[in-house]
């Protein structure tokens, strides 16, 4: 198995917009914090549960709360939304919800999208249908003021809107201050990538989150399949678990 281009697959899509410039950051946080210098959008792909670098430290939740507070938008993708209870304030505040361990739920199912409300983030997106792993029964701000769903997805009604605020799995969030955040919990699946809808949707997000203007056919966001599988990174293989020895 191979984990998903993730990163680098997005800094190769976002660069097809114009006069976008892109920093990958790997392990989740910069050596040198002055890459947030003259930043409009942060993009936070990473592990969830407290194994996000924003959260490692007093400073780091410091410095990601300045640049809420400067409007820079706030992107998290799929683990990142998963926050320990004593970041729930904090998270929510910066990206409208967030999941919390006991009142969240997760899980692995099929799911098909083909019908989504109008937003920039939605512009162009085209129907998709996979089984990804997802996180929903997202804790909103109160009222969800400011929040837009954008997609569903659930065990029972599938990625219908059936499931109501249950099943959201993507929305955008335009905060009290002004900034704008995006957020969307799929893209478990390396097969994501190569879903044309799901890509639009992403890249979308981000840049609207940027303030950049998309037009009536979102982002360009063009890439083979050949590409992604190029920029799968190989898992380490799981070592043999030993034989316990029969007692004599």
């Avoid at 083979?224 to 043999?240: G, Y």
Wanted: glycine share 10%; aromatic share 10%.
């Amino acid at each position: 198995m191979r984990l998903p281009c993730g990163i680098k697959g997005l800094d190769y899509l976002l660069r097809q917009t114009a006069n976008v410039e892109c920093v990958a950051v790997e392990n989740g946080w910069p050596n040198d914090e002055s890459v947030f210098h003259g930043a409009t959008a942060v993009v936070l792909y990473t592990d969830g549960g407290g194994k996000q670098a924003f959260f490692a430290s007093p400073e780091r939740v410091a410095k990601m709360q300045s640049l809420v507070d400067s409007k820079v938008g706030v992107v998290m993708i799929h683990q990142a939304v998963d926050v320990p209870d004593e970041f729930a304030t904090h998270a929510k505040s910066w990206l409208g919800g967030a999941y919390l361990t006991g009142l969240s739920a997760r899980g692995h199912w099929d799911s098909s999208h083909v019908d989504f409300p109008k937003h920039p983030i939605t512009y162009g997106v085209e129907p998709w249908k996979i089984n990804d792993g997802w996180l929903n029964a997202i804790q909103f701000v109160d009222g969800m003021k400011g929040v837009t769903p954008l997609v569903w997805s659930g065990k029972e009604y599938a990625g219908s809107r059936a499931g109501l605020d249950r099943d959201i799995v993507s929305w955008a969030y335009d905060r009290p201050d002004g900034g704008r955040s995006f957020a969307f919990t799929g893209l478990d699946a390396h097969a994501a990538w190569k879903l044309a809808g799901m890509r639009k949707l992403v890249v979308n997000g981000i840049l609207w989150t940027a303030g950049v203007e998309l037009g009536p056919d979102g982002a360009a966001c063009e890439i083979t399949d050949e590409q992604i599988e190029a920029m799968l990174t190989p898992r380490e293989p799981k070592k043999p678990k030993e034989k316990s020895k029969a007692k004599p």
